[in-house]
C-alpha cells in the first residue's frame, strides 16, 4: 500500500464495467468515500466517483433527499444529449459539505448539483473550481499490487489551514 501524507488519501485504481478493446488498458475509476453532511448536523458516508470530465460535484436527488443531505431550493431544468437522445433534467443547486475518510477534520464545501436521475447513477466528484482549489488530484499508474494493480487516484490537501473546522 502506498504511504501517504496526513493531508493526501491514495486511492487504487479499478478497472469500471464500461466496454474496452481487447489488449488495451481497461477504463479506470477511482472511488472515494466521504462522509456527508446532513440537514440535521449528522453525517452519512457515500462514495464518490473521481470524475476528471465533470466540472461540478453532483448527488443524485433521490440520494440526497433519503439520506438528509440539503438540496437547496434554485431548480433548474436543462436539456442534456445522451447516449439515448436529448432528455430534459431537473436539476437542483446548492453547496455540499464532506470530510474525506482518511483525512479526518478535514472539512470542505463544494458547490453540487442534484440532479433527478436513477439513484444507480454514481454520486460524481468534479473536478471543478471549487474542488481544484482545495484539492490536487493527481494519478498514478504505477502498479502496486496487491491492492492497486492499475495504481493510485492521489488527492492532496492544497493548503490545509483553509479546510473547515467540522461543524459543532
Keep these: 500500500m502506498a504511504i501517504a501524507r496526513l493531508d493526501e488519501i491514495a486511492v487504487p485504481l479499478k478497472k469500471t464495467a464500461a466496454a474496452f478493446r481487447p489488449g488495451t488498458t481497461p477504463p479506470l475509476e477511482a472511488r472515494v468515500k466521504v ?14 466517483v473521481i470524475d476528471s470530465g465533470a466540472g461540478v460535484t453532483s ?3 433521490a440520494t440526497a433527499v433519503s439520506w438528509g443531505i ?13 447516449f439515448q437522445g436529448r432528455v430534459a433534467i431537473d436539476t437542483w443547486r446548492h453547496q455540499v459539505e464532506i470530510e474525506f475518510v482518511g483525512l479526518p477534520g478535514k472539512w470542505f464545501v463544494f458547490d453540487c448539483q ?3 436521475v436513477t439513484t444507480t447513477v454514481p454520486c460524481i466528484l468534479g473536478i471543478g ?3 481544484l482549489r482545495h484539492l ?9 499490487p496487491p491492492h492497486a ?12 489551514a483553509h479546510s473547515l473546522s467540522p461543524s459543532p
Excluded: C, K, M
Design 70 to 82: 440539503p438540496i437547496g431550493t434554485t431548480r433548474v431544468t436543462s436539456s442534456h444529449t445522451t
Design 59 to 61: 448527488i443524485p436527488w
Design 149 to 160: 494493480d492499475y495504481g493510485f487516484a492521489r488527492i492532496t490537501v492544497v493548503d490545509p
Design 136 to 144: 490536487t488530484i493527481a494519478l498514478d499508474g504505477t502498479p502496486q
Design 35 to 48: 462522509n456527508v453532511r446532513t440537514r440535521a448536523g449528522g453525517t452519512e458516508e457515500l462514495e464518490f
Design 129 to 131: 473550481g471549487d474542488v
Design 114 to 116: 442534484f440532479p433527478d
